[in-house]
């Protein structure tokens, strides 16, 4: 199988992704598809829509070698004023709750601050998905764990492991030791201390297995990273590596996209598929377009509506879609089950 690095000169990387996805006698499974047929769930719908997940930009001050934004200081994709506006205006005549904000790194926007400071006066439940170094990137950013303390924002903050060289390995030399130290500082102002602040941790495995038991790995976190640091965080989420963007080149380079695809289709959960992100989530790309989820948005796989973008939102029109499906989404089925905010059952 030729690797993606080979063929980016003919097709983007989103086509060149499904066409590996939807190849299913190359590594001899079933189609996604197909197997939630059997399960009597296909096509897959919506319950409603409790969480907007907002992708502010693909600018990130790391470069993750599992990342399936493909994020790092050299993208310049940005969310302007202008489509955070259109999300306010949603969010507005929506009964969505939660707002996620991701990446990259979401902060690096210039209007971050006053977006969340938008959204928290609308009486919304705000994550933001902080990679941790970046509170220590800038002295403009120290004041982070302030800021999110002043809007009770719900911290969630990925950390590989609880030791420097695995942590290291997979996000890039000196992350664990700046990392354990962001982690001390929204300690020092609550988080993870006073029950209003949420902190919590995201693990994924640093190579190409499933993710351990999600209770029993986050004990150890807990134990280990208070006897080694003071810290004490609230959860752990085990999300599995999806095959998209960055994390598939590498599967494909090691020649592991076979074995890993054949693990997590033999993985297949029916009750995870029940409760896939995707039937109470909706995800916003950086310029304004509508995605069943943010795997979706790196395969550019648009919601199935008739306007995909946020400054046409219809909530009664996306209750009513069909969840576009393809062979990435055994990642979110195998075993436990995986979602941005960890296993599913």
């Avoid at 941790?132 to 800021?147: G, R, V």
């Avoid at 060289?165 to 102002?189: C, H, P, W, Y």
């Avoid at 965080?233 to 590498?250: E, K, Q």
Wanted: charged residues 25%; negative net charge.
């Amino acid at each position: 199988m030729p690797t993606l690095l080979k063929q980016k000169h003919a097709l983007s990387d989103a086509e060149v992704q499904l066409n590996f996805l939807s190849d299913n006698d190359a590594v001899g499974i079933a189609d996604f598809g197909s197997r939630l047929a059997e399960e009597g769930l296909y096509p897959l719908r919506p319950r409603k829509i409790d969480i907007l997940q907002v992708n502010l930009g693909k600018m990130c001050n790391q470069v993750c070698k599992h990342c399936h934004v493909d994020a790092g200081p050299d993208r310049k994709e940005i969310m302007t004023r202008n489509t955070m506006h259109q999300c306010l205006h949603a969010l507005a005549n929506s009964a969505v709750q939660q707002v996620d904000l991701t990446g990259g790194a979401p902060e690096l926007n210039p209007d971050f601050k006053w977006f969340v400071h938008e959204i928290s006066a609308m009486g919304k439940e705000i994550i933001v998905r902080c990679n941790l170094t970046i509170i220590l990137a800038n002295p403009k950013y120290h004041d982070l764990p302030e800021f999110y303390k002043k809007h009770k924002v719900n911290v969630v903050s990925s950390l590989p492991y609880f030791t420097s060289r695995r942590t290291d390995a997979q996000r890039g030399d000196g992350v664990f030791e700046k990392s354990i130290r962001a982690l001390q500082m929204l300690n020092e102002v609550g988080y993870g201390v006073d029950p209003d602040l949420k902190l919590d941790l995201v693990y994924n495995p640093s190579g190409a297995i499933l993710p351990p038991d999600q209770d029993a790995l986050e004990r150890e976190f807990k134990r280990k990273l208070k006897a080694a640091h003071d810290i004490t965080f609230n959860r752990l989420f085990a999300i599995t590596n999806l095959p998209v963007s960055r994390f598939l080149d590498f599967l494909i380079a090691t020649d592991q996209y076979q074995r890993y695809m054949s693990e997590l289709a033999a993985a297949f959960n029916p009750r995870a598929a029940q409760e896939v992100m995707c039937r109470n989530t909706l995800s916003v790309s950086w310029d304004g377009y509508l995605y069943d989820c943010d795997f979706n948005q790196m395969l550019d796989m648009k919601a199935e509506i008739a306007r995909p973008h946020i400054g046409d939102f219809d909530e009664a029109e996306l209750a009513a879609r069909v969840i576009k499906v393809n062979n990435h989404c055994y990642g979110c089925t195998a075993g436990a089950g995986s979602s941005c905010g960890g296993t599913v059952v």
